[in-house]
Antibody
Framework: QVQLLQSGAEVKEPGASVRISCKIS?????????FHWLRQAPGQGREWMGKINPSGGTTFYPHTLQGRVTMTRDTSTNTVYMELSSLRSEDTATYYC??????????WGQGTMVTVSS | QSALTQPPSASGSPGQSVTISCTGTSSDVGGYNYVSWYQQHPGKVPKLMIY???KRPSGVPDRFSGSKSGNTASLTVSGLQAEDEADYFC?????????FGTGTKVTVL
């Protein structure tokens, strides 16, 4: 079965960048599925951060994060990455890698906590 | 990205039914049949319970059902069981992005 294993927790200073990895097992990269990144800040709502098709590398980002978020993939290691730049305190959140299927999210990574603090 | 509105809490006794609403706009819930529902137990990863308004993934009990009317989607849990006590949130496709519900804590009395 498909499993998503994310990298560990990160602590970053304001203005820095963070890159989170999501290793995908039990699945061969095809054009059938996109992998999305979601986040939830403490006590806040969930936010969709964008998606990437691991096969062709096509990405889509919401306008609210345009210019700060970059999603990439490495087909040799079946890994997708999410990099967020110019970090600020409000980026403190748990970040999730999830598989998109029929406009829903059917497989979830375990989550990665990112803390932005000076 | 405005959040979809859910009641903060809902409850029912074992065997009863509970229905959770998820209210959006014509740009999200009302505009697409792409509403999904998730169950999340404390400290656990969310689990997909309903997709495309009323479809259940394999393995999800038929006690869980979904529906939609206008800009409001609903999740009904029939025959409540102790293990149904969890947080539930909805999600809707909104054209160029996705929006999420505010979440509802379901308590089994």
């Amino acid at each position: 079965q498909v499993q998503l294993l994310q990298s560990g927790a990160e602590v970053k200073e304001p203005g820095a960048s963070v890159r989170i990895s999501c290793k995908i097992s039990g699945y061969t990269f095809t054009a059938d599925y996109y992998f999305h990144w979601l986040r939830q800040a403490p006590g806040q709502g969930r936010e969709w951060m964008g998606k990437i098709n691991p096969s062709g590398g096509t990405t889509f980002y919401p306008h609210t994060l345009q210019g700060r978020v970059t999603m990439t993939r490495d087909t040799s290691t079946n890994t997708v990455y999410m990099e967020l730049s110019s970090l600020r305190s409000e980026d403190t959140a748990t970040y999730y890698c999830v598989r998109g299927n029929q406009f829903a999210f059917d497989v979830w990574g375990q989550g990665t906590m990112v803390t932005v603090s000076s | 990205q405005s959040a979809l509105t859910q009641p903060p809490s809902a409850s029912g006794s074992p065997g009863q039914s509970v229905t959770i609403s998820c209210t959006g706009t014509s740009s999200d819930v009302g505009g697409y049949n792409y509403v999904s529902w998730y169950q999340q137990h404390p400290g656990k990863v969310p689990k997909l319970m309903i997709y495309e308004v009323n479809k259940r993934p394999s393995g999800v009990p038929d006690r869980f059902s979904g529906s939609k009317s206008g800009n409001t989607a609903s999740l009904t849990v029939s025959g409540l069981q102790a293990e149904d006590e969890a947080d539930y949130f909805c999600t809707s496709f909104a054209g160029l992005h996705y929006v999420f519900g505010t979440g509802t804590k379901v308590t089994v009395l």
